[in-house]
């Protein structure tokens, strides 16, 4: 029989024994999920360290293919000779690149991967008359060879003689026109004197058919036009495409304290804009634009070639790509590419491809 004493001691040797092979069981399974365990918690991290709503960040070493600038809106001026009250890039500033830091951002842009550029503003043409932004024209098409190269202008200030030097260089001019009543433009604030917006309108239209480019209007929908029927007076000018934009607030443009408009009183509802959208449905260039598919799909650079992000409501400028270059200040966007597509932004750009019909 084991005496009192070699009981206890087998006791606690098969205690000691239990303890170094559970530690030695603990140590290997940890050993085991050590690296899945932490690549589980990285994944967890990573899915919750930003929102939905914001663009993949580009990180040193990451896989996430940069975004690429295959559409710019370049306002390279806030000056304006119009006063519309809804304007979300409001004249803040005078500033103006000299035409050679211009043209040095325009070519970091299409080595980076710009096919498209357009010119807008404030108004484009007010700028040395036009000169300045006729040049940028000639620049990105015959130096740059861009594919497609575009305007929006209110086009008050367009000439033929302007057509005649840029033309051939030009592959669409968008001219903004809100409504086809006189007294609703001068309400909105698309006017200047005596003059008449829609008699500029039609003699634009003639101008592009007769220098060959292509003709685009864009519409801001608001209050003051949410219940008017354009449809007659569209056909009549037959654009190649008619931008239909729910009027949009932007803190520190045309809402909020620093702002230099006040656009809440043209704001109109999600189902106003869609009842304007149901009475043109008929109208075939109809591409249009809500609040939701516009704030985020578009590359805009203002007039010291920054970046605006828009994501937050209002205009947050990246550092200048003349600084930092396109691939570094491009991250600061916000731009949604998806939604980009989703809008059209992707369609036939150049004159040479539309076979319009002259």
Request: glycine share 6%.
């Amino acid at each position: 029989m084991l005496t009192s004493n070699q009981v206890s001691f087998a006791a606690m040797l098969m205690q000691f024994c239990f303890k170094n092979v559970h530690s030695f069981l603990a140590a290997l399974l940890g050993w085991i999920f050590r690296d899945s365990g932490s690549q589980v918690q990285q994944t967890l991290v990573g899915r919750t360290s930003r929102p939905k709503t914001r663009p993949k960040e580009q990180k040193e070493g990451s896989s996430t293919q940069l975004t690429t600038p295959s559409s710019v809106n370049y306002h390279f001026t806030r000056q304006c000779n119009y006063k519309c009250g809804f304007c979300f890039h409001t004249a803040k500033t005078s500033f103006v690149l000299p035409i050679e830091e211009a043209k040095r951002g325009l070519r970091l842009l299409k080595e980076a991967g710009m096919e498209k550029i357009n010119f807008s503003g404030g108004e484009p043409f007010i700028h040395e008359r036009g000169n300045f932004l006729g040049e940028l024209v000639r620049y990105c098409k015959q130096e740059l060879q861009l594919p497609s190269v575009s305007i929006v202008s209110n086009g008050s200030l367009i000439t033929e003689t302007w057509f005649q030097k840029y033309g051939d260089d030009l592959d669409i001019l968008a001219v903004s026109c809100d409504s086809f009543n006189e007294d609703t433009n001068k309400v909105i604030g698309r006017g200047q004197g005596k003059k008449s917006h829609l008699d500029k309108l039609h003699k634009v239209q003639n101008w592009c058919r007769e220098y060959k480019v292509a003709f685009k209007i864009n519409s801001v929908i608001n209050t003051y036009n949410v219940d008017e029927d354009m449809t007659e007076q569209i056909n009549a000018l037959s654009p190649v495409r008619w931008k239909v934009f729910q009027c949009l607030l932007i803190e520190g443009e045309n809402a909020g304290e620093n702002s230099l408009r006040e656009a809440e009183k043209f704001i109109i509802s999600d189902q106003q804009f869609q009842d304007f959208l149901d009475r043109h449905q008929s109208v075939k260039c109809l591409v249009p634009e809500s609040n939701q598919k516009m704030r985020d799909s578009y590359l805009i650079l203002d007039e010291y070639m920054r970046f605006l992000d828009c994501r937050e409501g209002r205009k947050d400028p990246s550092k200048s790509i003349l600084d930092i270059g396109v691939e570094e200040a491009i991250k600061f966007s916000g731009f949604d590419e998806k939604m980009f597509l989703v809008r059209g932004g992707k369609y036939v750009w150049s004159k040479a491809d539309m076979k319009l019909d002259w």
